[in-house]
């Protein structure tokens, strides 16, 4: 194992993560810095001392990952066996989320369409709304020609070109 120097001031709980704590269970309550320091501290330690513990429990049962039994079973040589019900509650929750996100992820799976047939259908339907929104695009262009092209006719048949318009109004004062 590497020499940990000063290693275990790095391995803090995220501040943010203890302030959103703080203010959900304490609402109504300032926390001074250095107080919010101090838990910050006390929660490190205390997860250092509950890992060690079910480090060594684990060791003892000749395994090599701690479990989650290891855990509860440290809390309760440590003397806080009280936190036990709302970890095994915690951890139970846990479990549901994690059996959740493996149901989610296996639907894909499960569905009996190879992957490469999926990613073939995702590629067609792409092609299908490329060529679509092409269509929609040439009808909008045709539509701004056709009016652009009737904005012109109206314009000319309501005012004929200047130069007509001088011959015909020498025209009329020859007629009168």
């Known amino acids: 194992a590497m020499a940990s120097s000063g290693n275990d001031d790095d391995l803090t709980i995220p501040r943010a993560a203890i302030n959103k704590m703080i203010k959900e269970t304490l609402p109504n309550v300032r ?52 936190y036990i019900a709302e970890v095994k509650d915690v951890l139970q929750e846990c479990k549901t989320v994690a059996l959740k996100r493996r149901k989610a992820s296996s639907r894909l799976e499960n569905l009996g369409i190879p ?27 045709l539509q701004m020609q056709q009016a652009a092209q009737q904005a012109q006719m109206a314009a000319s048949s309501a005012k004929p070109p200047p130069q007509a318009n001088s011959s015909q109004d020498e025209d009329e004062e020859e007629d009168m």
């Open 115 to 141: 992957e490469e047939e999926l990613l073939r259908q995702q590629q067609e339907l792409f092609a299908k709304a490329r060529q679509q929104q092409a269509e929609i695009a040439q009808q909008e262009w």
């Open 31 to 82: 926390v001074a810095n250095d107080a919010r320091e101090l838990v910050v501290n006390c929660c490190t330690e205390f997860i250092h001392l509950i890992s060690s513990e079910a480090n060594e429990i684990c060791n003892k049962s000749d395994k090599k990952t701690i479990s989650p039994e290891h855990v509860i079973n440290a809390l309760e040589s440590l003397g806080f066996g009280s």
